[in-house]
């Protein structure tokens, strides 16, 4: 069963008997599979042509716009099917938790070892990112050494930059492995913080590395 005929770039889903196909939803920043939820061809059809996240809710039996009572609305950056087109991949912005329980993402409970949450390594900086962007607007320069921080100017997060990079370079200079991990993290705090300061997105850094990939750079 397809969405329909003629140019509409839903044409090629191909949904199941009962009119539905699954619907993965990705943070398009993070990586953080945020998701699992169902569409109809008209759920489908919204979420292209409005950027933002509607589903088909089976125990309703009717459309949804996720967000519309709580917020937590999706903005979406891009839509593809997998290899069969039998099932989408939404990447999306959230504008606050995935999930109806507050948590960031729906896939919470653990059956075996730790997946995605907040220990997945892929969203270590998108959420210091979110973090420190957080400090910056609220925070109060007493209380907050991000606050303080860029309070401060961009001489002196410039400073703290090259003082954390000359000291992963000594750790690496003696072969001192632990201490390397740990300045490093230091530098990416001072770095992420630097970026905060010139409006700049992680984002923004890993398009360019996209980019350099794609051999445009």
């Given at each position: 069963?397809?969405?329909?005929?003629?140019?509409?770039?839903?044409?090629?889903?191909?949904?199941?008997?009962?009119?539905?196909?699954?619907?993965?939803?990705?943070?398009?920043?993070?990586?953080?599979?945020?998701?699992?939820?169902?569409?109809?061809?008209?759920?489908?059809?919204?979420?292209?042509?409005?950027?933002?996240?509607?589903?088909?809710?089976?125990?309703?039996?009717?459309?949804?716009?996720?967000?519309?009572?709580?917020?937590?609305?999706?903005?979406?950056?891009?839509?593809?099917?997998?290899?069969?087109?039998?099932?989408?991949?939404?990447?999306?912005?959230?504008?606050?938790?995935?999930?109806?329980?507050?948590?960031?993402?729906?896939?919470?409970?653990?059956?075996?070892?730790?997946?995605?949450?907040?220990?997945?390594?892929?969203?270590?900086?998108?959420?210091l990112?979110?973090?420190?962007?957080?400090?910056?607007a609220?925070?109060?320069?007493?209380?907050?050494?991000?606050?303080?921080?860029?309070?401060?100017?961009?001489?002196?997060?410039?400073?703290?930059?090259?003082e954390?990079?000359?000291?992963?370079?000594?750790?690496?200079?003696?072969?001192?492995?632990?201490?390397?991990?740990?300045?490093?993290?230091?530098?990416?705090?001072?770095?992420?913080?630097?970026?905060?300061?010139?409006?700049?997105?992680?984002?923004?850094?890993?398009?360019?590395?996209?980019?350099?990939?794609?051999?445009?750079?």
């Open positions: 069963m397809s969405a329909g005929t003629g140019g509409d770039p839903a044409d090629r889903v191909r949904f199941g008997d009962d009119g539905l196909v699954p619907a993965i939803v990705q943070d398009a920043e993070t990586g953080r599979v945020l998701t699992l939820a169902w569409m109809n061809a008209e759920a489908l059809g919204r979420t292209l042509e409005r950027g933002e996240t509607w589903f088909w809710s089976r125990s309703r039996g009717a459309l949804w716009h996720k967000g519309e009572t709580s917020g937590n609305t999706q903005a979406v950056t891009a839509v593809a099917t997998d290899c069969d087109d039998d099932a989408v991949l939404v990447a999306v912005r959230p504008a606050g938790p995935a999930c109806h329980t507050g948590a960031v993402a729906c896939f919470h409970t653990p059956l075996q070892g730790e997946v995605g949450g907040d220990a997945a390594p892929f969203s270590a900086l998108p959420d990112e979110a973090v420190i962007r957080q400090r910056a609220d925070a109060d320069p007493a209380s907050s050494y991000t606050a303080a921080l860029i309070a401060k100017g961009i001489d002196t997060m410039c400073k703290k930059v090259g954390e990079a000359t000291e992963v370079a000594i750790a690496a200079k003696g072969g001192e492995r632990d201490q390397v991990i740990y300045e490093s993290a230091d530098l990416l705090y001072h770095l992420v913080v630097l970026w905060q300061s010139l409006d700049v997105r992680l984002a923004d850094v890993a398009e360019e590395l996209a980019s350099r990939r794609r051999g445009e750079g």
